[in-house]
């Protein structure tokens, strides 16, 4: 009898243990994200569409994490508090960084004015997990996709190609780009993220049209697995070769968007530190050049670069040396680990097999 309660009392204590590493882990999470939110606030008006975006996934994020946190201690309702007051703080924020953009590029924010919302961006309700039998055989060294095109294929589909423009439009071009294999790197997120956007405008059938015999068995979920099947093997392979200044961009935003398509595996907890240590203590961005500071290039040019800016979706340095693209990819993907590790107990949110 004395055994058995001394086997009880010590699942007790790791469980307790579990749950105080988690606390101090959503707590990293919540103090690297309110220094994210202090940089938003200081730079609102110059982050480019990218950064906006990787923000408002985050809040997206963070509203889902409020209304589904568990208030099971004092220290998990202190955590939620914490939580709201960063969600009022990147409400303010977003009013102006958006203005600013409206602003700053009027066509280029009008096509994708529907994204530059945190109610667009729907928050996985359910986990399923990566298939390296998935993965392809060989991948192309250059990435297969252009950003144009890009560009144009997701207008087409959020019905922002013209005023008042009819929504969900696939072409031949956009979805022959869009589900080729073995394309690399940001070619595949792309990829990725217009399966999601496609689905989070509502559209059904994208792959409509396609008549290949060899495609006929395969779903757009089947395209969303087969995509971060491949980037979660980019991961592995930059986390084993070392990050480095080329390949820690693209491998905090695999983990962004798989994370936010549903695949767990891609929040794991040595990729959490590797993003947490990236962050810039001073300044709360990410991807930080101090060879590009503000004082370096001159007040003169500074100001040449602010009355020239346009607003570019894939990269933004911006006058304090922050990268804009890596700091709204960091954000975001932060966010997931933290809505992820308040479900993960739940039975329904498992992996699925």
């Given at each position: ?67 589904t ?24 924020s ?85 589900t ?7 070619s ?20 409509k049209?396609?008549?290949?015999a ?25 986390v ?36 947490l ?15 590009v ?7 003169e ?8 800016r ?24 932060l ?19």
């Amino acid at each position: 009898m004395r055994a058995t309660g001394l086997q009880v009392a010590a699942v007790l204590a790791l469980f307790a243990a579990v749950l105080r590493s988690q606390a101090e882990v959503i707590d990293d999470v919540l103090g690297s994200l309110s220094r994210g939110a202090s940089f938003l606030e200081r730079q609102h008006e110059h982050i480019n569409l990218d950064g906006v975006v990787g923000f408002l996934m985050l809040q997206a994020e963070l509203k889902e994490a409020v209304r589904t946190w568990p208030h099971s201690d004092p220290v998990s309702w202190a955590q939620r508090s914490s939580a709201v007051a960063l969600v009022k703080r990147l409400d303010q924020s977003f009013e102006k960084a958006v203005a600013a953009l409206q602003q700053d590029d009027p066509k280029y924010y009008k096509e994708f004015e529907p994204l530059l919302t945190w109610s667009f961006w729907l928050i996985p309700q359910e986990w399923s997990s990566t298939d390296p039998s998935l993965v392809y055989p060989s991948t192309m060294t250059t990435e297969c996709y252009d950003e144009h095109l890009s560009d144009k294929c997701l207008t087409l589909l959020l019905g922002t190609w013209k005023m008042n423009g009819t929504p969900c439009i696939v072409t031949k071009p956009c979805r022959d780009t869009m589900t080729r294999f073995g394309c690399p790197h940001y070619s595949l997120s792309h990829q990725l993220l217009y399966f999601m956007i496609g689905k989070m405008r509502g559209c059904t059938n994208l792959l409509k049209g396609d008549t290949r015999a060899s495609r006929a068995n395969i779903t757009e979920r089947s395209y969303q697995k087969i995509f971060c099947s491949n980037m979660m093997k980019t991961n592995q392979d930059i986390v084993r070769d070392g990050l480095t200044e080329q390949t820690v961009d693209i491998f905090i935003e695999n983990i962004l968007v798989c994370g936010l398509a549903g695949f767990s595996d891609f929040y794991k907890v040595d990729w959490l530190q590797h993003i947490l240590g990236l962050q810039d203590e001073e300044v709360g961005c990410f991807g930080r050049d101090k060879n590009v500071i503000s004082q370096i290039i001159g007040d003169e040019l500074l100001e040449q670069l602010q009355l020239h800016r346009r607003v570019k979706r894939r990269e933004k340095i911006l006058p304090d040396g922050c990268s804009s693209h890596m700091t709204a990819v960091a954000v975001g993907a932060l966010g997931g680990y933290l809505n992820y590790y308040l479900t993960e107990q739940d039975i329904t949110k498992r992996p699925l097999s």
